[in-house]
């Protein structure tokens, strides 16, 4: 017991002091993330690569200080003990957090992408929306219905991405029939105009077309193609004011705009039997 009493006390200085190391470390940490965080606030990184860098190093802060308690508390210790110890200890923690560790890889790197900003709508498998943060492990998507949708980095990372937003403008297409009966030049510029017309269509820079596309069932069917602004809303409501545009102009001009029917035609001629009660009168 007395040995046991005698080492525990020898030990105490050496415990005060990597309490204080770890006491200095903490305060370190937070001062040099402090700092690194107002000069990367000058640059033209985001927001959320300032965070990184500023989580990165305070983790080396860390590191560096629980190594330095620890040479301190065991005399035994040597910063090559402790590193190869790392190294053995890192595989297991590795395989048991395959996943985090592979999140938190894929966020790095989609922070560095210059692609998928803050504000962009984005799609990615079933998910849709407005990216309205982008952190360390996982990405908050806010659908257009209001629902957030918090999605782990890697699958943003290993599946495809597709960012609606990445240029200002996107091109819409709509499909128009019109009757067989009515001349498709004719058709072709009542519709051109229409859409033209139009405040939501962007015509200085990128053109209005118009193809004939296909011989349906009821009608000849138009390929209507126009440039507008890239969100989900200014895309629909420009559809919305193209389609009601060209119906307008439409009926103003006597085209007719079918509705499907059918024509039945028979070979051979039906005969026609009257009724009982026909026959006796």
Same mark, same amino acid.
């Given at each position: 017991?007395? #040995?046991?009493?005698?080492?525990?006390?020898?030990?105490?200085?050496?415990?005060?002091?990597?309490?204080?190391?770890?006491?200095?470390?903490?305060?370190?940490? %937070?001062?040099?993330?402090?700092?690194?965080?107002?000069?990367?606030?000058? =640059?033209?990184?985001? %927001?959320?690569?300032?965070?990184?860098?500023?989580?990165?190093?305070?983790?080396?802060?860390?590191?560096? @200080?629980?190594?330095?308690?620890?040479?301190?508390?065991?005399?035994?210790?040597?910063?090559?003990?402790?590193?190869? @110890?790392? #190294?053995?200890?890192? &595989?297991?923690?590795?395989?048991?957090?395959?996943?985090?560790?592979?999140?938190?890889?894929? #966020?790095?790197?989609?922070?560095?992408?210059?692609?998928?900003?803050?504000?962009?709508?984005?799609?990615?498998?079933?998910? *849709?929306?407005?990216?309205?943060?982008?952190?360390?492990? *996982?990405?908050?998507?806010?659908?257009?219905? @209001?629902?957030?949708?918090?999605?782990?980095?890697?699958?943003?990372?290993?599946?495809?991405? =597709?960012?609606? =937003?990445?240029?200002?403008?996107?091109?819409?297409?709509?499909?128009? @029939?019109?009757?067989?009966? &009515?001349?498709?030049?004719?058709?072709?510029?009542?519709?051109?105009?229409?859409?033209?017309?139009?405040?939501? &269509?962007?015509?200085?820079?990128?053109?209005?077309?118009?193809?004939?596309?296909?011989?349906?069932?009821?009608?000849?069917?138009? *390929?209507? =193609?126009?440039?507008?602004?890239?969100?989900?809303?200014?895309?629909?409501?420009?559809?919305?004011?193209?389609?009601?545009?060209? %119906?307008?102009?439409?009926?103003?001009?006597?085209?007719?705009?079918?509705?499907?029917?059918?024509?039945?035609?028979?070979?051979?001629?039906?005969?026609?039997?009257?009724?009982?009660?026909?026959?006796?009168?």
């Amino acid at each position: 017991m007395r #040995g046991i009493a005698r080492n525990s006390i020898e030990v105490l200085p050496s415990l005060a002091v990597a309490l204080v190391v770890i006491l200095l470390t903490w305060l370190v940490s %937070k001062i040099t993330a402090s700092l690194l965080s107002r000069m990367l606030e000058r =640059t033209r990184l985001r %927001k959320s690569l300032q965070e990184l860098f500023a989580l990165l190093t305070s983790i080396a802060v860390w590191v560096l @200080g629980i190594m330095t308690a620890a040479v301190i508390l065991f005399p035994g210790l040597t910063p090559a003990s402790i590193l190869a @110890g790392l #190294g053995i200890g890192s &595989v297991a923690i590795g395989f048991a957090f395959k996943d985090v560790f592979e999140n938190f890889l894929a #966020g790095i790197i989609i922070l560095f992408r210059k692609e998928m900003r803050i504000g962009d709508f984005v799609e990615c498998e079933d998910i *849709e929306g407005e990216v309205s943060r982008i952190a360390i492990r *996982e990405s908050h998507i806010r659908q257009t219905d @209001g629902q957030l949708v918090i999605v782990p980095n890697s699958i943003l990372f290993k599946n495809p991405l =597709t960012i609606k =937003t990445h240029l200002d403008h996107r091109r819409v297409t709509v499909i128009c @029939g019109v009757a067989y009966d &009515v001349d498709v030049d004719t058709a072709r510029s009542v519709i051109s105009q229409a859409v033209q017309g139009c405040d939501t &269509v962007i015509s200085d820079d990128k053109p209005v077309q118009i193809f004939a596309q296909e011989f349906a069932s009821s009608s000849i069917n138009f *390929e209507v =193609t126009w440039w507008t602004g890239s969100t989900p809303l200014a895309v629909r409501q420009s559809r919305d004011q193209v389609v009601a545009a060209v %119906k307008r102009a439409l009926d103003d001009a006597g085209i007719e705009i079918p509705f499907p029917y059918r024509t039945l035609t028979f070979k051979e001629p039906l005969a026609m039997t009257r009724a009982h009660g026909d026959r006796d009168a």
